[in-house]
């Protein structure tokens, strides 16, 4: 693939030419700044109530229900982990009406 070179007119100086190397680095940390500002405010798993599973309704709530009771009525069932060894399985119903979770360790 050939890449034109853009070129520059300084009021100064001579034309300054821009070839592959400078065209593809700029995409390049154009593409991790923006990765950066995406990422950069990703909210961390917490250990909190429900562990990394940020659910809806967390438990002590009167939508807190049990795993088997979500499992049955789910829209959403997903897993996360808060270390290498301890693995939670999240669940919600529909319209986030209930929520629940379970952890263990592997």
Request: glycine letters at 12%.
């Amino acid at each position: 693939m050939r890449f034109p070179l853009l070129a520059k007119k300084d009021s100064d100086g001579p034309q300054v030419r821009l070839g592959r190397r400078k065209v593809l680095g700029g995409i390049g940390a154009s593409g991790l700044v923006a990765a950066a500002g995406v990422f950069a405010g990703a909210t961390p798993a917490a250990a909190d109530s429900d562990n990394c599973c940020n659910l809806a309704n967390k438990p002590g709530s009167a939508n807190f229900t049990t795993m088997t009771y979500c499992r049955a009525h789910m829209s959403y069932l997903w897993g996360c982990a808060m270390s290498g060894t301890l693995h939670c399985s999240c669940c919600e119903t529909a319209g986030n009406a209930k929520s629940s979770f379970e952890c263990q360790y592997n």
